[in-house]
């Protein structure tokens, strides 16, 4: 059996952060059949990049390549950020389509596929993740890789018409058809996918699910990517979660509390959660002084104007909730622009009555899934859940909303502070048997096998 070889933006090298279910889970498979994790290192030079920078632990080696400056700006935060997250997330108004930010996201695919190339072996099997590298595949087999495969994308595939408004959709779909395997997240992603290939590209869906374009056939399946429960449970039991649970207990002392956390992200519908925590409060006056929002949102790309605009907008709408209903000791929202560790975050949602997950779109989400893991099973929080997040596809039993729709959050959040034990033990058990069900391992498996089905076949 070859190695595994895994490519992604970001690696878990010694010295990174090995924190969060995914990190581990590839770990975990690199280990197993020993491998190789080839990606960014995180690291930025001014004008010559030098050549892979090797670090080996155990059976596992990493090669990390630097990107100059100008790379980082127009690979990553211009065309990858800029361009292709908006447009995956069905958010063609954002996208800043550039160029040269493309030509730069080109060459970057182009150079570390020469790079990742020169590492391989006759047997192994390459697995490729996520909007960074859409055209890594095809230039590793440019370079003359014949062997398997296989491509996971983290974030949502948009309907054909979102897709098509990207300048490079043709492009980057001829890219992606190099692959042999294409995992997406959910059924929805799978069925986007297909459309548009059948649809744009004149591929031929086969009976048995596969696709045929550009004189290959290629498998799109979905692969639901969970979390390691047993990891989350511990963490919500530990000394971490029990400290910063006190923490909270002692500010809100009996009243109930409402939990978010989330990158901040415009794709995570934060302003329309803070709206609709502001509705409940307008129409129950009941409620004033009885209810508390903890939103944790650690800002990310902020040098991208749109996440700035967030920020803005975020301060100022959770300011005048809090303005508007603050009294001498009770603030309704608490909103934290940082972030904290899994730990901390494990006590939190223990702790938390109702965990709010109403993102506008999102691949799988799995600050749902760790939400679920958490609980105490005899007295369960609720999870209301966006029925635009990939994690509703297969959690029907949480309180699913329209994040869009602010009266109806409002209602949802309602329904599940006046939910009744006997309901809430019901549904949480329903949750915890699908996130222990389809967890991180299970994903990982199932992908890795349907890979080594390429590489048989
Ligand atoms: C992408 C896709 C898909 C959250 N706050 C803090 C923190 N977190 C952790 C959570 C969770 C992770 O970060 C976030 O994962 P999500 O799935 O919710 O969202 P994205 O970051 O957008 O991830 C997404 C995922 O890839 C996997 O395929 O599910 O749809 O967008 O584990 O607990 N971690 C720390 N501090 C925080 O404040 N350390």
Not at 2 to 23: F, M, Y
Not at 62 to 76: H, I, K, N, P, Q
Not at 362 to 378: F, H, R, W
Request: hydrophobic share 40%; with cysteine; glycine share 8%.
């Amino acid at each position: 059996m070859g190695r595994l070889i895994v490519a992604s933006n970001r690696t878990a090298a010694p010295g990174e952060e090995r924190a969060g279910g995914l990190a581990v889970a590839l770990w975990d498979a690199l280990t197993e059949r020993g491998g190789l994790w080839f990606g960014w290192s995180g690291e930025t030079v001014e004008r010559e990049t030098r050549g892979l920078r090797i670090v080996t632990e155990g059976n596992v080696e990493f090669a990390l390549a630097d990107l100059t400056a100008a790379e980082l700006a127009g690979y990553y935060l211009g065309y990858a950020n800029r361009a292709l997250w908006p447009v995956f997330h069905y958010r063609i108004d954002l996208a800043r389509f550039v160029d040269e930010d493309w030509d730069c996201y080109a060459t970057v695919n182009r150079r570390f596929g020469r790079l990742l190339h020169q590492l391989l072996r006759r047997d192994d099997i390459v697995w490729v993740h996520d909007y960074h590298f859409l055209l890594l595949g095809q230039e590793l087999r440019n370079n003359g890789w014949q062997g398997p495969l296989g491509f996971f994308l983290h974030i949502p595939f948009p309907p054909a018409e979102v897709f098509a408004a990207l300048p490079q959709h043709q492009r980057i779909a001829r890219g992606l058809a190099d692959f042999d395997l294409l995992g997406f997240q959910t059924e929805r992603d799978v069925g986007n996918f297909h459309r548009y290939m059948v649809e744009q590209h004149g591929a031929e869906l086969l009976p048995d699910g596969r696709l045929k374009a550009y004189g290959r056939i290629i498998r799109a399946e979905a692969f639901p990517i969970g979390i390691d429960p047993a990891e989350m449970r511990r963490f919500s039991e530990g000394e971490e979660a029990r400290t910063a649970a006190d923490r909270v207990r002692r500010m809100i002392g009996d009243r109930a509390l409402v939990i978010g956390a989330d990158r901040m992200d415009y794709s995570k519908g934060l302003p329309q959660r803070i709206q609709a925590f502001g509705r409940l409060l307008d129409e129950h006056d009941e409620l004033r002084g009885r209810v508390n929002l903890l939103q944790v949102a650690p800002p990310s790309r902020e040098t991208v104007g749109a996440y700035r605009d967030l920020r803005e907008e975020m301060d100022r709408l959770a300011g005048r909730v809090n303005g508007d209903y603050s009294d001498l000791d009770w603030t309704p929202i608490r909103y934290l622009a940082r972030g904290y560790s899994r730990e901390v975050l494990a006590g939190l949602y223990q702790l938390a009555r109702v965990g709010l997950v109403t993102p506008l779109r999102d691949g799988m989400n799995l600050v749902a899934k760790e939400y679920v893991a958490s609980q105490v099973p005899e007295d369960p929080g609720v999870l209301i859940l966006s029925e635009f997040a990939g994690a509703a596809e297969r959690m029907p039993s949480a309180l699913l909303v329209n994040p869009h729709d602010v009266g109806g959050v409002a209602d949802a959040i309602l329904r599940a502070l006046r939910m009744s034990r006997e309901e809430r033990v019901e549904r949480w058990q329903a949750l915890d048997e699908e996130v222990r069900r389809n967890d991180v391992a299970t994903w990982r498996r199932n992908f890795l096998d349907a890979l080594r089905d390429v590489e048989m076949a």
